[in-house]
């Protein structure tokens, strides 16, 4: 029996996942806005979001748990039992997708493979190093040449200035400054060693 690392709160992970049997999990652009609908509703109230991206057959999210009282907090309305593990809430999330594309394309059965993967990230150039990876995902898949081409990542999100859940402010930051984040995603990297170690 495989173990698999618990989501502990207060802390950031790379979650990512593929469908099973490499089956699409996106189909068409209604899935990616479906399923980020969907994420908006069970992840946001219990996770800060610094990067995402959805391919055809996978997807990477980094996430930092929020703590017990964060949660709490943003849950003033229900009792202290109500609050499920955060593994739950994305269990959850996994489940209603896998539903939507069950129901909408006849299909039946699992869609991601069990369980989802998490790494823990403990500090911030790992941190900076996943961020970059996740832009760069579809670039290293042939969809595009550049991070700013792609459009169901975080990326574009980074460097505007429109409205946004993600923690636009505290990733910038981490790249020191806007300017600089352009710049570190303009240069092409090697991600070899980061993939051997998340076995993809």
């Not at 500090?123 to 760069?136: E, F, G, W």
């Amino acid at each position: 029996m495989q173990l698999v690392e618990p989501l502990e709160f207060g802390k950031y992970y790379h979650i990512y996942n593929r469908g099973i049997n490499s089956e699409n999990l996106f189909k068409e652009n209604r899935n990616h806005e479906h399923f980020l609908k969907l994420y908006n509703k069970h992840i946001e109230p219990i996770a800060e979001t610094f990067a995402w991206c959805l391919l055809k057959n996978h997807f990477h999210l980094l996430v930092r748990i929020k703590s017990f009282e964060e949660i709490l907090q943003s849950h003033e309305e229900y009792e202290i039992k109500k609050i499920i593990a955060p593994h739950q809430s994305f269990g959850n999330l996994f489940n209603a997708y896998t539903k939507a594309i069950n129901k909408g394309y006849n299909r039946h059965g699992a869609l991601f493979e069990r369980p989802f993967k998490r790494k823990l990230i403990d500090n911030d150039s790992y941190l900076r190093a996943v961020i970059k990876y996740i832009h760069y995902n579809p670039v290293n898949h042939g969809f595009c040449k550049h991070p700013i081409e792609y459009p169901w990542s975080s990326y574009e999100t980074c460097i505007s200035e429109r409205p946004t859940k993600l923690k636009r402010e505290k990733v910038i930051v981490l790249f020191e400054n806007t300017e600089n984040l352009k710049i570190l995603h303009n240069q092409k990297e090697n991600f070899d060693s980061l993939e051997q170690f998340l076995n993809l």
